[in-house]
């Protein structure tokens, strides 16, 4: 099993940045993959970034040149360095976790608010 604990959301200013964290306990060596997504007020979760073990990240097109994910593998610790954010980036934000044993095989955190005014 593991832990994830996001921490870093809060109300940030249109054109500002603001950095997630995510924090991973317990069985980190199992971890295929991480990733954030976002829940927007009265829309479906949606995928914004992912990193794998290797280091490969990918993003979704609307953060592309705005939003960073990396990792700390000696804190087993994502971070989600966003800049230039909009009001249309204000959503609650979660940090996932996918394994390479289960079931269960996804582990999400508790999830962390971004609001961002205009």
């Known amino acids: 099993q593991v832990q994830l604990v996001e921490s870093g959301g809060g109300l940030v200013q249109a054109g500002g940045s603001l950095t997630l964290s995510c924090a991973a306990s317990?069985?980190?060596?199992?971890?295929?993959?991480q990733s954030w997504y976002r829940q927007p007020p009265r829309k479906q979760r949606e995928l914004v970034a992912t990193i794998t073990r290797g280091g490969a990240t990918r993003d979704t097109d609307s953060v592309k040149g705005r939003f960073t994910i990396s990792r700390d593998n000696a804190k087993n610790t994502v971070y989600l360095q966003m800049n230039s954010l909009k009001p249309e980036d204000t959503a609650v934000y979660y940090c996932?976790?996918?394994?390479?044993?289960?079931?269960?095989?996804?582990?999400w955190g508790q999830g962390t608010q971004v609001t961002v005014s205009s």
């Open positions: 996932y976790a996918y394994m390479n044993w289960g079931p269960p095989y996804e582990y």
């Open positions: 317990g069985s980190v060596s199992s971890i295929i993959k």
